[in-house]
């Protein structure tokens, strides 16, 4: 029974040797994580619209101190305030700029797959395989 390890197997419990077992094992893995991969891409973008939501309000906030600051008559020292705001605000725009290089990098990956099993896919139903892969003869049922 050797070999019997690396084989896949078919929806009718038939193993399947060679470069249609490791196509098929690789498709079934691509299904598996394709539901987790488009749930964190959601969420990853929730998040970077909440950052620009954020962005937007510490403007808002540090353009609303600064002119509080200008109209007090009592000399109050909010710049301390105003620079607190900002640094957080170049926090946000930086931790938005990872989430979207995050994002195009798996958008990327993702299209990257999907060509993969549609050329593995057509590949597989013209019957060509590339060259230095064994040609497996049809199975024959038994």
């Known amino acids: 029974m050797a ?6 197997v078919s929806g009718a419990g038939t193993p399947v040797a060679g470069p249609a077992g490791r196509d098929l ?7 598996f994580l394709r539901p987790a991969v488009q749930q964190l891409d959601s969420h ?9 939501e954020l962005r ?3 403007d808002n906030l540090a353009t609303e101190l600064c002119r509080i600051n200008e109209d007090q008559k009592v000399a109050l020292d909010l710049d301390p305030y105003v620079k607190k705001l900002l640094n957080a605000r170049r926090r946000v725009v930086l931790v ?6 995050a994002q195009e990098r798996l958008r990327r990956l993702n299209h990257s797959v999907a060509k993969e099993t549609a050329r593995r896919r057509a590949m597989l139903d ?3 395989y ?3 892969s064994p040609k497996m003869p049809p199975h024959k049922a038994e």
């Open 126 to 128: 013209s019957g060509v």
């Open 44 to 52: 990853v973008h929730a998040v970077r619209e909440s950052q620009v």
């Open 96 to 101: 938005n700029n990872i989430l979207q290089n």
């Open 56 to 58: 937007e309000q510490i």
């Open 25 to 31: 094992f690789a498709e079934g893995l691509l299904e």
């Open 130 to 132: 590339p060259s230095g």
């Open 3 to 8: 070999g019997a390890g690396s084989a896949a």
